[in-house]
């Protein structure tokens, strides 16, 4: 029996229990027991096996080493959407936290007072928090995140270092984001571009179904796909199915309404535009027909064009058409009034070139 004493109370536990000055270096989740309260639940350290593509092992080393240099507690915020790469950089840095002496503490879920108890924690220590956006949402009766800004002001007791990832950065509370002074580093993960998918798939693919690459490359040009899609596209294919059969049974969808802006340069320097329209990439059959004004002003004309004319550079998120797939339509043909500006259209105005651009919010600091 071993008995042991905090403040008056005493506590009898087993023969095998044994104390320490320090949390060992190694893997742990924080756990909750309403008779117990906080603990930490030991678990595998995260590892890598697979091939790191990009440069995640870089910003991971880059922010072991500004932890060391750093006097107070630094917090690192990772963004981006499901599947490209965040829980594999968070693996990396625990990773090299854990090579350095460093204990891993994940926390997957918000418990009142879970602030208080990273608090008491008296050493250098890694803080992964997985999806804080999700597991530390605002409800009707509480507010997580603003629990927890005092403890990411990096003032606290013991030097910490705080990996926030998430996955919408609107889910965060306005006082994390843009405070270098709570979170220093904020890193943006982004879709992976053509040579990134081609790299990653010459790899995965086997024999003559490499041949299907450029195809897998150019459907990526219209819709994003992580790597958890081309981890699957690349099964399928190895199994002896082409990419057109693969597509169509795979879980990947569209989730979200694409739209894209639309410039149209007219060979008299005059340019139109229209900022938000929605285009099925994949109806190569329909004509899309789309009001572009200029200059805000209340003149404009409809722009016309086949989709299957569309080659989209997803490394820029720009299609680039050929006037000659343009038609442009001049809605004031019949119309006379030349005291009206709005209304005057130079009859020697032609398409020269017409561009169209993805609408894809790019955000804030490194991408990855």
């Not at 829980?87 to 602030?115: F, H, N, R, T, W």
């Not at 030097?159 to 904020?186: A, E, M, Q, S, W």
């Not at 890193?187 to 041949?211: Q, S, V």
Request: proline share 2%; hydrophobic share 35%.
């Amino acid at each position: 029996m071993k008995v042991i004493k905090t403040s008056n109370t005493l506590h009898l536990y087993r023969d095998d229990v044994e104390t320490y000055d320090r949390i060992l270096v190694g893997t742990y989740t924080i756990c909750f027991a309403k008779n117990f309260g906080f603990y930490l639940l030991t678990r595998n350290d995260m590892t890598v096996s697979e091939k790191i593509y990009g440069c995640h092992l870089e910003k991971a080393r880059k922010v072991i080493a500004s932890f060391r240099d750093f006097e107070r507690s630094l917090g690192v915020i990772m963004s981006g959407a499901k599947g490209i790469g965040k829980s594999v950089s968070a693996k990396l840095i625990a990773s090299e936290a854990l090579s350095i002496g460093m204990p891993v503490i994940i926390c997957d879920q918000y418990i009142p007072g879970i602030a208080s108890f990273i608090e008491s924690i008296e050493q250098e220590v890694m803080i992964l928090f997985d999806e804080f956006d999700k597991a530390f949402a605002k409800t009707d009766e509480e507010n997580p995140q603003a629990s927890m800004l005092s403890l990411f002001d990096g003032t606290a007791i013991g030097k910490k270092l705080y990996i926030v990832t998430c996955n919408y950065l609107d889910g965060l509370n306005d006082h994390l984001v843009n405070r270098p002074g709570r979170f220093h580093y904020h890193f943006r993960f982004d879709y992976p571009d053509a040579d990134d998918i081609r790299e990653y798939l010459g790899d995965k693919i086997n024999g003559e179904g490499r041949g299907q690459i450029e195809e897998v490359v150019n459907f990526s040009r219209k819709i994003d796909l992580n790597y958890d899609c081309l981890r699957a596209v690349a099964f399928e294919i190895n199994r002896g199915a082409t990419f057109a059969e693969a597509i169509k049974d795979l879980n990947i969808v569209n989730l979200y309404e694409e739209r894209y802006t639309l410039v149209l340069r007219m060979t008299n320097g005059t340019t139109f535009q229209s900022l938000s329209v929605c285009i099925d990439l994949f109806d190569k059959e329909s004509r899309v027909r789309v009001w572009l004004n200029r200059n805000g002003s209340g003149c404009g004309c409809y722009v016309g064009f086949c989709v299957g004319n569309v080659q989209l550079d997803i490394s820029t998120g720009k299609l680039s058409l050929a006037r000659e797939s343009v038609v442009v339509e001049n809605p004031y043909e019949d119309v006379d009034d030349e005291r009206d500006d709005r209304l005057r259209w130079d009859r020697e105005m032609h398409p020269e070139s017409l561009t169209v651009y993805r609408n894809r919010g790019k955000s804030l600091h490194y991408l990855l």
